[in-house]
T-cell receptor, first 111, second 114 residues
């Protein structure tokens, strides 16, 4: 079954610290993988997209990696800020453009 | 930056009543979607819509659900006879036609069924 699994479920870090969120998927055939940020009470917002040939992509303090062989992706957040507190959702598209959502990692950044 | 807007932000409805959730997608987008997110759970796909017809729908999107694009700007989700388990956040999304463009989500309508 095509699935997207994220870990950890939740994470608490201190402001200024780095963190890494994980996403494992079994979606096939793979088209692309997106990381979304969902603030409480808001809709998800796309942070970055990774296609099959891309290993690393950065968007400001966010860096996403993709290993298409092991079907793993990570999202690294550098120098966290209070505004980074949100759910981070990994979404994998197959070739039919069907989006498979992970359950998300709930990140809390504390002062 | 253009946004997807959804109304109302919160809808409270008695079980068995009909409800219509409204969305205004980004103006030059041609692909439209509805998702739901039950509290504490992951986002679930309901339906996609293109060229005035449903492209794909999930198992959740049974005959109690329908979508419509009544004019050039609105995209609506109707639930005919609501059930308690329909209580959730409902997100509308739209995207353009360029390959790998992201879906842009609205901020959702919180539907509470009493």
């Amino acid at each position: 079954k095509n699935q997207v699994e994220q870990s950890p479920q939740s994470l608490i870090i201190l402001e200024g610290k780095n963190c890494t969120l994980q996403c494992n998927y079994t979606v096939s055939p793979f088209s692309n993988l997106r990381w979304y940020k969902q603030d409480t009470g808001r809709g998800p917002v796309s942070l970055t997209i990774m296609t099959f040939s891309e290993n690393t992509k950065s968007n400001g303090r966010y860096t996403a990696t993709l290993d298409a062989d092991t079907k793993q992706s990570s999202l690294h957040i550098t120098a966290s800020q209070l505004s980074d507190s949100a759910s981070y959702i990994c979404v994998v598209n197959d070739n039919n453009n069907d989006m498979r959502f992970g359950a998300g990692t709930r990140l809390t950044v504390k002062p | 930056e253009p946004e997807v807007t959804q109304t109302p932000s919160h809808q409270v409805t008695q079980m068995g009543q009909e409800v219509i959730l409204r969305c205004v997608p980004i103006s030059n987008h041609l692909y439209f979607y509805w998702y739901r997110q039950i509290l504490g759970q992951k986002v679930e796909f309901l339906v996609s819509f293109y060229n005035n017809e449903i492209s794909e729908k999930s198992e959740i999107f049974d005959d109690q659900f329908s979508v419509e694009r009544p004019d050039g700007s609105n995209f609506t989700l109707k639930i005919r006879s609501t059930k308690l388990e329909d209580s959730a956040m409902y997100f509308c999304a739209s995207r353009g036609t360029v390959s790998n463009q992201p879906q842009h989500f609205g901020d959702g309508t919180r539907l509470s069924i009493l």
